[in-house]
């Protein structure tokens, strides 16, 4: 007892280990996709709302490099009207609980991915929503694969669904995250 009082920094250390550990989402996991090539590339017009002139098809993606003990995938789209902006405006596409039996996933633009689809925010509609400015407009938009370690409890139809951002599904579902991927790119007509 009296060390402890003698010395601040046995209680210091002391008190580091009596605090619990919070979920600290690590970037293992490894995202890629041609449609978003880097936050100062523009994304491809495939991907884009019909109105500016796109063919409003999902992005393809590969995920790699999954955590120890993943058994399920979420992947988020959102966007931003500024690069710098705190929180996102909108969502594009929420897909949640795609399972997976080993350590890759692929997914072809346009391919409708497994799991469970959710609301868009830019109409409601489950699916995806075409990347669609105000012509002239630039905008941010970031594409997120979280690695789970079990299905996040989502509702995507009726009262009370939701269409997730990359920081509102992370804040949720903190405790089964096991990684998390970003890539950012724009897009402007």
């Given at each position: 007892?009296?060390?402890?009082?003698?010395?601040?920094l046995?209680?210091?250390?002391?008190?580091?280990?009596?605090?619990?550990?919070?979920s600290?989402?690590r970037a293992?996991?490894?995202l890629?996709?041609?449609?978003?090539?880097?936050?100062t590339?523009?994304?491809?017009?495939?991907f884009?709302?019909m109105?500016?002139g796109?063919?409003?098809?999902?992005?393809?993606?590969?995920?790699?490099d999954?955590p120890?003990?993943?058994?399920?995938?979420?992947?988020?789209?959102e966007?931003r009207?500024?690069?710098?902006?705190?929180?996102?405006k909108g969502?594009?596409?929420?897909?949640?609980?795609?399972?997976v039996?080993d350590?890759?996933?692929?997914?072809?633009?346009?391919a409708k991915?497994?799991?469970?689809?959710?609301?868009?925010?830019?109409n409601k509609?489950?699916?995806?929503?075409?990347?669609?400015?105000?012509?002239?407009?630039?905008?941010y938009?970031r594409?997120?694969?979280f690695?789970?370690?079990?299905?996040?409890?989502?509702?995507?139809?009726?009262?009370g669904?939701?269409?997730?951002?990359?920081?509102?599904?992370?804040?949720?579902?903190?405790?089964?995250?096991?990684?998390k991927d970003m890539l950012?790119?724009?897009?402007?007509y």
């Open positions: 007892m009296n060390l402890l009082r003698r010395n601040p046995v209680i210091l250390l002391g008190l580091i280990v009596l605090i619990p550990a919070t600290v989402v293992d996991i490894q890629h996709s041609n449609g978003f090539a880097g936050e590339v523009r994304m491809s017009k495939a884009a709302c109105r500016a796109g063919r409003q098809q999902n992005p393809d993606l590969r995920v790699s999954f120890l003990g993943t058994s399920h995938l979420t992947i988020i789209m966007y009207t500024n690069k710098h902006a705190k929180k996102a969502v594009n596409w929420n897909v949640f609980n795609i399972e039996a350590d890759s996933f692929r997914l072809n633009a346009g991915p497994s799991g469970l689809i959710g609301r868009n925010s830019k509609k489950i699916g995806y929503s075409g990347v669609c400015p105000p012509s002239g407009t630039k905008r938009y594409m997120a694969v690695a789970l370690k079990a299905e996040a409890s989502v509702k995507v139809l009726g009262s669904s939701k269409a997730y951002t990359v920081d509102e599904f992370q804040n949720q579902f903190s405790d089964i995250i096991l990684g950012e790119s724009y897009f402007s």
